[in-house]
């Protein structure tokens, strides 16, 4: 038994243990112990490709074409110039499809020590959600801090939270979408690295803020994957999904790519958004001059599809 099947067993003993309670306080009029509401709705499985990682070439309708035949549920969008330059295009060839537009995916950073830095980020960001709100997204992923940040924790928090990512909510929210929290892992950041940090710091900001999750970094610093979802409640905004070592199409790791325990949570909060694959594809080795030889079209798509039924198979279990 390795380190995370002990902690989660753990937590799956302390939950039981609590829901007993739970159910015993019901009956003795105790008020001191949280009770679990179950969600409205029951939760509903949405898988969803990033656009760059939809396995066959063409342009948009080919994409989204190969999308709907397939069974998935949802598309994820870049951010950045991407969304300026090519959001008519790609919303023309979504027209009469239903398909999901989930979150748009780009790079973020409010850590610097010139406030002046942090407005232009702002600034930066702020037509992108006009964008996104337009066209029904589900919101613009950021995340407060890159590898090394100019200002201290506490300093940042209070800036992130108060000012520049409460502006950027209030915009979201008046757009008709959101900001959505990506918690990293160590080495990417030293900010933000657990969801429940995610969900409290989006609880902080108010409307149009969400925490998310994403099984890659979820790996590296949670202990319970369960947990970590039902820490966001049902707030959660999105969920990034990749095989768990390599980071690349879901069950090319093998045993390793167990997200049971994940959709167990994801389950018990009633998650309705997307479930949205963000990994590389893998390489056949290097040929002769060491160079990469890369999956050919077919044999991508033979990896998404099996991803595809991993994950439906490990959400019927869950």
């Not at 937590?11 to 609590?18: D, F, I, S, W």
């Not at 009956?27 to 939809?54: D, R, Y």
């Not at 970094?217 to 970590?228: I, L, N, P, R, W």
Request: overall charge neutral.
């Amino acid at each position: 038994m390795n380190r995370r099947e002990f902690l989660a067993g753990g937590a799956a003993l302390g939950a039981a243990a609590a829901c007993a309670q739970t159910c015993e306080d019901k009956t003795s009029g105790c008020p001191s112990m949280p009770h679990f509401v179950p969600p409205e709705k029951p939760a509903e499985l949405n898988i969803c490709l990033q656009l760059w990682v939809i396995p066959v070439g063409g342009d948009y309708n080919a994409k989204l074409d190969w999308l709907e035949n397939n069974g998935f549920s949802a598309v994820e969008i870049p951010s950045g110039d991407w969304l300026f330059k090519e959001t008519d295009k790609f919303m023309e060839a979504m027209k009469g499809r239903k398909l999901k537009i989930s979150a748009a995916c780009g790079g973020s950073d409010f850590s610097f020590a010139d406030k002046a830095r942090r407005d232009a980020e702002v600034a930066r960001l702020m037509p992108m959600l006009d964008v996104l709100g337009k066209i029904g997204s589900a919101g613009l992923i950021v995340c407060p801090a890159r590898r090394h940040p100019e200002l201290p924790f506490e300093e940042l928090r209070e800036s992130f939270v108060g000012d520049t990512a409460k502006r950027l909510a209030q915009h979201a929210a008046e757009c008709g979408t959101n900001i959505i929290l990506e918690p990293l892992c160590r080495g990417e950041t030293p900010f933000l690295k657990l969801v429940a940090d995610a969900a409290s710091m989006a609880r902080d900001i108010g409307a149009g803020a969400k925490p998310m999750g994403d099984f890659w970094h979820m790996s590296k610093e949670e202990t319970s994957f369960c947990g970590a979802f039902m820490s966001a409640g049902a707030n959660l905004g999105h969920v990034h999904i990749a095989s768990l070592r390599s980071r690349k199409i879901p069950g090319v790791d093998g045993d390793a790519d167990n997200y049971v325990d994940g959709f167990r949570g994801l389950k018990a909060i009633g998650y309705r958004g997307a479930i949205s694959f963000e990994c590389g594809y893998p390489n056949k080795g290097k040929d002769a001059n060491g160079k990469d030889v890369h999956l050919s079209e077919q044999e991508r798509v033979d990896l998404v599809i099996k991803a595809r039924d991993l994950i439906r198979e490990q959400w019927a279990k869950a």
